[in-house]
């Protein structure tokens, strides 16, 4: 991914999607949460092997917040695992990836995620999967024009 970037270099990657929050952080379904960071909670080995959190940049994480004022900023796991890790009360499954290819290629990225689900339910015909696609689509256009009036 990082060199799929690199051509083209954009100003700024925003990554979109949705995402399960943890039970006792009571998040609704399309609360949309700002990801000031992106955590890898499934890597098994410390810092010193391999890094395991991208931070967004403060510019990208402001403009997020003027685009979604009512929006939580938190860290965002990303994990394979239905049911979650215990490292991050917001988890999905690939923004670790994306924002570290994206560091890699020297371009900045943040993170937006809607939420569809508590982590601990594993029964996917109980998550908002409609309402969060919802909540992620509508906001988009907002976080991006802003984030493209910073970075341009």
């Known amino acids: 991914a990082a060199a799929a970037l690199a051509p083209g270099r954009p100003a700024a990657v925003v990554h979109v999607g949705i995402a399960g929050a943890r039970r006792a952080r009571a998040l609704a379904p399309a609360t949309l949460v700002i990801g000031q960071a992106a955590r890898y909670c499934d890597l098994g080995v410390t810092a010193d092997w391999a890094p395991h959190v991208v931070e967004a940049p403060p510019l990208l994480i402001d403009a997020a917040r003027r685009a979604l004022p009512d929006a939580p900023t938190l860290v965002i796991g990303t994990t394979a695992r239905i049911g979650g890790s215990t490292d991050c009360d917001v988890e999905a499954m690939e923004g ?23 982590i601990e339910e594993g029964d996917r015909a109980r998550w908002h999967f409609a309402a969060a696609f919802a909540a992620i689509t509508a906001a988009t256009p907002r976080l991006v024009d802003e984030v493209a009036q910073c970075v341009n």
């Open 96 to 118: 670790f990836g994306v924002l570290r290819a994206a560091a890699l290629a020297g371009v900045p990225a943040i993170e937006v995620r809607a939420i569809s689900n508590e």
